[in-house]
């Protein structure tokens, strides 16, 4: 096998087998990272030309039942002060985005009992309402399937859920045992069935991370076809299990966005506020990568420092919905520039409802 081949393979056909995913991740050249990286933005540019989605990112509350052993936001960490905003805030939030030119408003938390379901039903409803045309997505982790339905009833159009590894073992590593990747993929599963644009993912570098799991990971968003994909870096956080684990890589990362938009092509891909962390100019990076989301973040200044998923995690100037400016002018430095549409997936018909 020669990697230069797979990447021409990848690019005209859009798949890879395990052999050749794990061929290509052991044995490519800084040649062939450059080339697949020029391939991606191609690509990209193919579909979405030189502009960049931007979403307002409102991290609504850092209650977690959870304890995933990379999360800052663990249920065991006891550091942190905990916040919850109320719907009057979140629509605050809203307001002061939709002033700044954005029409798709990405609500993420952890899992939070404190805020219930029918109260988040609500609170999409009445963004809804307010702000009519614009897109509401959803990142609330693991639901039963009749709660997905009520959140997608009440106007929800999109969920991003992370399936953070397809490998069984490694997600055995990052998570305490109740938790389940066969859970976490039927949760995508069934929000896929349910009519949501559905965004899945994983961290790079994490701990227990191998070709083999990366393969497993590239091999299963080949299978599932989700409308978007995060990844970023992982990153430690002190209060964690992982706190003295090694960061991932930036350029691993950079690799894995170029694989990921050869094989979806037309994949929403955001360049992460944890690539933006890991390195400067990472975010940049990112979409000369083949990225073209970025996710700005619109939550109250008072409490972003308290959304601390990794130690370091930026939520000011470029990262900062109140930094536009400074976005618009990386985005031109490298020849881009924002597109202020609500950014569906080309792959949904008639997306906005
Ligand atoms: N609770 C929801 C869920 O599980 O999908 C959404 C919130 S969760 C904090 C959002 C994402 O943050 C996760 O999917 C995970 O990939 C990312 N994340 C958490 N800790 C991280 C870390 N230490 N480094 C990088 N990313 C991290």
């Not at 979806?264 to 990225?291: C, K, M, S, Y």
């Not at 930026?314 to 609500?342: F, H, P, T, V």
């Amino acid at each position: 096998m020669d990697a230069a081949a797979l990447i021409d393979t990848l690019h005209e056909t859009h798949r890879l087998d395990r052999a050749q995913w794990l061929f290509l991740l052991s044995a490519h050249t800084p040649e062939d990272r450059a080339r697949l990286a020029a391939l991606a933005r191609r690509t990209a540019q193919a579909h979405f030309g030189n502009r960049v989605y931007v979403r307002g990112l409102i991290e609504f509350t850092n209650h977690c039942r959870q304890n995933c052993r990379y999360c800052g936001i663990r249920r065991d960490n006891r550091a942190l002060t905990r916040y919850r905003l109320t719907p009057e805030e979140i629509l605050a939030c809203c307001d002061q985005g939709s002033a700044l030119g954005f029409r798709t408003f990405v609500l993420q938390g952890g899992e939070d009992a404190g805020f219930s379901d029918s109260l988040l039903c609500r609170t999409v409803e009445r963004i809804k309402a307010r702000f009519p045309g614009c897109a509401v997505t959803l990142s609330a982790g693991e639901r039963e399937h009749s709660v997905y339905r009520s959140f997608f009833d009440a106007g929800a159009d999109r969920y991003l859920l992370r399936h953070e590894t397809a490998d069984a073992a490694q997600y055995r590593v990052l998570h305490p045992p109740e938790l389940s990747l066969a859970h976490r993929m039927d949760c995508l599963r069934q929000l896929k069935e349910i009519g949501f644009q559905v965004g899945a993912g994983f961290l790079v570098g994490a701990p227990g991370q191998t070709d083999e799991t990366l393969a497993e990971n590239l091999l299963f968003l080949q299978e599932f076809q989700p409308h978007m994909v995060g990844i970023g870096p992982f990153l430690p956080h002190h209060e964690t299990p992982f706190a003295t684990e090694p960061p991932g890589s930036t350029e691993q990362t950079l690799f894995l966005l170029s694989c990921i938009r050869l094989m979806l092509p037309q994949v929403l891909l955001p360049a992460t506020t944890a690539l933006g962390t890991a390195a400067a100019g990472g975010r940049e990076h990112g979409i000369l990568a083949g990225a073209n989301v970025v996710m700005p973040n619109l939550s109250p200044v008072a409490v972003r420092k308290q959304y601390m998923l990794y130690d370091n995690k930026l939520s000011s100037g470029g990262e900062s919905a109140q930094g536009l400016n400074q976005l618009r002018s990386q985005l031109d430095a490298i020849g881009y520039k924002i597109d202020w549409g609500r950014g569906d997936s080309p792959l949904v018909q008639s997306a906005n409802r």
